[in-house]
């Protein structure tokens, strides 16, 4: 990476943000990442020979473009971080107030930080900052572990679950590693999809895999069969059985077909939270019509498309009666 770098004129914390922009883009499907960075505070050259805490917080955008090579990508963040820095005195509140800029990450390279010095013959220890609670909901530090540079991610917990944040960090890995090995191609086309994701994918769409398209009312009535006293479906008004659910699924069919439905007419049905939903789902797909259900206590003239959609209308105390929970239901 830093021969990288150093052969295209661009510094290790432009080009790990470059990544870090790319993996946030794709994240929240956006064109462009608001994010917030720090400088060495040093853009004076009456400070750079001095010791001391001098660390700004500027504020960033960056955007991926249109047809923008890889290489091109990295060059525009550049110029973004070297204009942030040539403005990094202007207090950071007055630019979130006066621009209504108010980024929730926050980006830091540690890169290049030295481990020790000597100040006068004497040693100086370098003693980390363990911040009680994050200031950003999510700050991601490039850090050298080991003599390589990583990813760390520092997030609300509040705001994030640990698996999410684990997959985000090593998008951030796979983005960085992607620009250096490909830096021509087009940055919307480097992919964040890890190899184990891209096996998972295959496997979900290979269409060879055979398939059982037993229809699902053909499926609980081979359960019913296998095991009719076993309970099939428990609600607030009782257990249910899977013979006695059948029964009252069978008997609905049978009221449906009686009132001249014809194969694959649409049904519409509103009924209460309860059981009954089950058996006309059950009933309506036996007696060869697809499932419409309408929200309960709708007048007819309140939901026009709806009745419109679910073709004609029939009310029925036998549809009724069939729905109702059966005989064999004990109560919960």
């Given amino acids: 990476m830093e021969n990288f770098c150093r052969a295209n004129g661009f510094t290790q914390a432009a080009l790990c943000f470059a990544a870090v922009c790319y993996a946030v883009c794709r994240w929240t499907q956006g064109n462009d990442a608001w994010l917030s960075a720090i400088s060495s505070g040093r853009s004076d050259p009456r400070l750079r020979a001095t010791i001391g805490m001098f660390v700004q917080t500027v504020p960033l955008g960056v955007s991926l473009g249109e047809n923008m090579s890889r290489m091109a990508y990295v060059r525009s963040v550049q110029g973004s971080l070297n204009e942030a820095i040539v403005h990094e005195e202007y207090p950071y509140a ?139 479906l428990v609600a607030d008004e009782g257990r249910y059985e899977y013979a006695a659910l059948n029964a009252a699924a069978n008997r609905l069919a049978h009221g449906l077909l009686a009132l001249g439905l014809q194969p694959e007419e649409r049904v519409a049905f509103a009924l209460p939270r309860t059981g009954r939903i089950i058996v006309a789902m059950l009933g309506i797909l036996k007696a060869g019509g697809p499932i ?41």
């Avoid at 621009?99 to 929730?104: C, E, N, Q, R, W």
């Avoid at 991601?140 to 698996?163: C, M, N, T």
């Avoid at 021509?184 to 269409?207: A, F, G």
């Fill in 94 to 232: 007055s630019v979130c107030e006066e621009y209504g800029f108010a980024p929730h990450i926050m980006y830091a390279c540690e890169l290049g930080i030295a481990a020790t010095a000597q100040f006068d013959g004497k040693a100086a220890v370098m003693t980390p900052l363990a911040m009680p609670e994050p200031k950003f909901d999510l700050s991601i530090h490039v850090e050298e572990r080991d003599g390589k540079p990583v990813f760390a991610v520092q997030y609300d917990s509040a705001l994030y679950s640990a698996w999410i944040m684990d997959r985000f960090a090593d998008t951030l890995g796979m983005a960085l590693a992607g620009i250096l090995a490909r830096p021509d191609e087009p940055v919307r086309t480097l992919s964040l999809v890890s190899p184990q994701q891209e096996k998972l994918l295959e496997s979900i769409n290979d269409t060879s895999f055979p398939l059982d398209e037993m229809a699902l009312h053909r499926k609980f009535e081979a359960q019913a069969a296998r095991w009719p006293h076993r309970a099939a």
């Fill in 292 to 332: 419409f259900r309408l929200i309960l206590n709708i007048p007819q003239n309140a939901s026009p498309m709806c009745w419109k959609t679910a073709g004609r209308v029939s009310s029925s105390q036998t549809a009724e009666a069939a729905t109702s929970a059966p005989e064999e239901a004990q109560p919960s």
